[in-house]
Nanobody, 127 residues
Framework: QVQLTESGGGLVQAGGPLRLTCAVSGSHVTTMTMAWFRQGPGKEREFVASVTYGTPTTYYADSVKGRFTTPRDSAKNVVYLQMNALFPNDTAVYYC????????????????????WGQGTQVTVSG
């Protein structure tokens, strides 16, 4: 049974950094496409970033490109979401998602493509 556990959320001031961690059990990050989604108050769940299985390739939503990165640590079996220069509209519950094997790049943004989900972690950016 694959389980994803997010941690690292909290309250941060605008302009500051925050790092989220997604710990994987029951499988390995190198065999799955990993992704981060977020859902703000009254909004739909939206794609934030992903890292592919095998030799990692990363993809980012335009709204976070240049500010967020999602490195993978194979030894620790975790994926991070390093968030810099946070804005108040980055406030959301952030979810880690995973799917065994690959996903076509044009499909990475769809939540339905991911089989496994974490419980989410709240990120609040104060202005």
């Amino acid at each position: 049974q694959v389980q994803l556990t997010e941690s690292g959320g909290g309250l941060v001031q605008a302009g500051g950094p925050l790092r989220l961690t997604c710990a994987v059990s029951g499988s390995h990050v190198t065999t799955m496409t990993m992704a981060w989604f977020r859902q703000g108050p009254g909004k739909e769940r939206e794609f934030v970033a992903s890292v592919t299985y095998g030799t990692p390739t990363t993809y980012y939503a335009d709204s976070v490109k240049g500010r967020f990165t999602t490195p993978r640590d194979s030894a620790k079996n975790v994926v991070y979401l390093q968030m810099n220069a946070l804005f108040p509209n980055d406030t959301a519950v952030y979810y880690c998602a995973a799917n065994p094997g690959g996903i076509l790049p044009q499909h990475l943004v769809f939540p339905s493509m991911y089989r496994y989900w974490g419980q989410g972690t709240q990120v609040t950016v104060s202005g």
